[in-house]
């Protein structure tokens, strides 16, 4: 008996943390769900959650101080859009589509509620962070123009990096959207990069004298190749500016936090004129 223990105890030697007991348990359990799911939706919803950016907003100290501290309803939502939970009882949307109990619809519907505001946030999360790494930006600046006469989101007023200042503009896709699916459920943040690529093309014409960074992101939480090297440079600046080995994290959290607000904008605006949400939630606040 002493002789098999020790064996056992060489087989699995000590490990610094718990995480790495974990880990290859839940990478099994991972890829079980993923090899026995039904739909393109259920493999796009996956492979999201997996990406370590889509589960910041779990991880945000839940105050009301700063800003991070969600109400029940749009916890409620967020956490069932996570796990692919039913949300919402079955109802037809403002712009004639059935919603069903996933709520789903409410996401890339063109009449989206929480799309402007979520965009706005997103926007002035990154402006700020600027701000506070000695580099004052502003939003929508005069003067950069598209040929379609838009601007984008962004700039600031001294160089980024080679002199040049940078331009940046944002977007949130639906990683759910069935124009998305077949690249979503294949490649996490597939939706994002392709948006970012598009923001690329439209805005050819600052290359050169600017910096430009598209940042997109999912409504599950995945984000772009781009967002990632805009978020780590602003996050390396950060950390550098306050000494604070987390503020990067925290920059990250603040932009979980603004999309899982948006989408819960989102399908709560699916609803009739004068409803009442608990009417139609019922799933989630019995």
């Known amino acids: 008996m002493p002789g098999k223990s020790l064996a056992r105890i060489q087989k699995y030697p000590a490990t610094p943390s718990q995480r790495q007991w974990d880990e290859p348990l839940c990478k099994v359990v991972q890829q079980n769900l993923f090899s026995t799911s039904s739909s393109t939706a259920e493999r796009a919803r996956l492979l999201a959650v997996e990406k370590w950016e889509s589960g910041l907003w779990l991880h945000a100290l839940p105050s009301s101080s700063i800003g991070t501290l969600f109400d029940d309803t749009t916890f409620r939502l967020a956490a069932s859009l996570r796990l692919g939970a039913p949300c919402c009882s ?54 950069l123009v598209r040929d379609d006469g ?25 990683t759910l959207a069935p124009s998305h699916l077949p690249s979503s459920s294949c490649c996490a943040g597939a939706a994002a990069a392709a948006a970012e690529n598009l923001k690329r093309r439209k805005y050819t014409n600052l290359v050169g004298s600017y910096i ?49 607000r948006g989408n819960a904008a989102s399908l709560l605006g699916t609803l009739p004129v004068d409803s009442d949400a608990e009417e139609f939630f019922d799933a989630l606040l019995d």
């Open 150 to 174: 838009k601007r984008p989101d962004g700039m600031s007023l001294f160089p980024w990096k080679m002199g040049r200042p940078l331009v940046w503009d944002a977007t949130c896709v639906d």
């Open 212 to 260: 430009f960074e598209p940042f997109g992101v999912e409504t599950l939480g995945s984000w772009g190749p781009s967002a990632h090297k805009l978020f780590n440079e602003i996050s390396k600046r950060l950390v550098d500016t306050s000494r604070d080995p987390r503020a990067g994290f925290y920059l990250g959290q603040r932009i979980s936090i603004a999309i899982q």
């Open 90 to 143: 079955p109802h037809r949307c403002h712009c004639g589509e059935v919603v069903n109990s996933l709520g789903h619809h409410g996401l890339s519907c063109s009449r989206s509620a929480g799309r402007i505001a979520r965009h706005a946030n997103i926007n002035d999360i990154i402006r700020r962070a600027l701000v506070s790494v000695g580099v004052p930006a502003v939003l929508e600046p005069h003067g």
